[in-house]
């Protein structure tokens, strides 16, 4: 074999060998990509998660809250009627009641009206100011909305974790094809879906913007 032939089979073996340690380093970048993928996909699930069972005990507690709140409502409405009967026996019988008689029913009246002002507003005695504590009507539809927007905040963080875990999942495929195709382009198109559902995620956490869908 004349010396310029062996030098051209040296080169080709030396090309040859660096397409190899080439592709075998790209292989290797785009596996650590799969892991960090799949990693993220692991903490948008669990986030998930979460919020799903946070929106779920949500709306339990503005349902059961409401409830109560309907039932004061009912129980005010009859010790309403109570006191306007009372009061109009007072006006009709007011010939006829002796004083102890008048003393004791306009007691009973009193004590009606204290009853329905306190379905209205019923404070916690711990806790006077704060009007997500308390049993009064206004208590309760201040604790049953605070519920409502515990539920619709973590419906929209929700969407956000879902579309991110899409996004992962596919982002994760593409990775693959990328490997067996040692294509740059589909790894580029990979990185790009990764940081589009990194940016969901942490608008699930924290809901920086609002999506529009």
């Known amino acids: 074999m ?20 080439e592709a075998e380093r790209f292989r290797n970048r785009v596996a650590l990509l799969i892991a960090i993928l799949a990693t993220l996909l692991a903490v948008a699930s669990l986030g998930g998660g979460n919020v799903s069972e946070e929106m779920v005990n949500a709306n339990i507690r503005a349902s059961d809250t409401w409830a109560f709140y309907q039932a004061k409502n009912i129980r005010q409405t009859a010790t309403r009627l109570a006191a ?15 004083p102890e008689a008048r003393k004791a029913l306009e007691e009973r009246l009193e004590k009606y009206r204290g009853t329905i002002a ?28 605070h519920w409502e927007t515990v539920r619709e905040r973590a419906a929209e963080q929700d969407a956000n974790f879902d579309y991110s875990s899409v996004l992962y999942q596919i982002a994760i495929v593409l990775a693959s094809v990328a490997i067996l195709a040692l294509s740059r382009p589909i790894l580029y198109a990979t990185l790009g879906l990764g940081v589009v559902a990194t940016l969901l995620m942490l608008n699930g956490f924290y809901l920086f913007v609002h999506l529009p869908f």
């Open 2 to 21: 004349e010396s310029v032939d062996a030098a051209d089979v040296i080169r080709e073996l030396r090309a040859e060998q660096a397409e190899q340690d």
């Open 84 to 98: 306007d009967e009372l009061e109009t026996d007072l006006v009709a019988d007011a010939a006829s009641l002796s």
């Open 118 to 145: 306190r379905y209205d507003d019923e404070p916690d005695p711990a806790a006077p100011g704060d009007s997500l504590r308390g049993e009064g009507k206004k208590q309760l539809a201040a604790q049953a909305r």
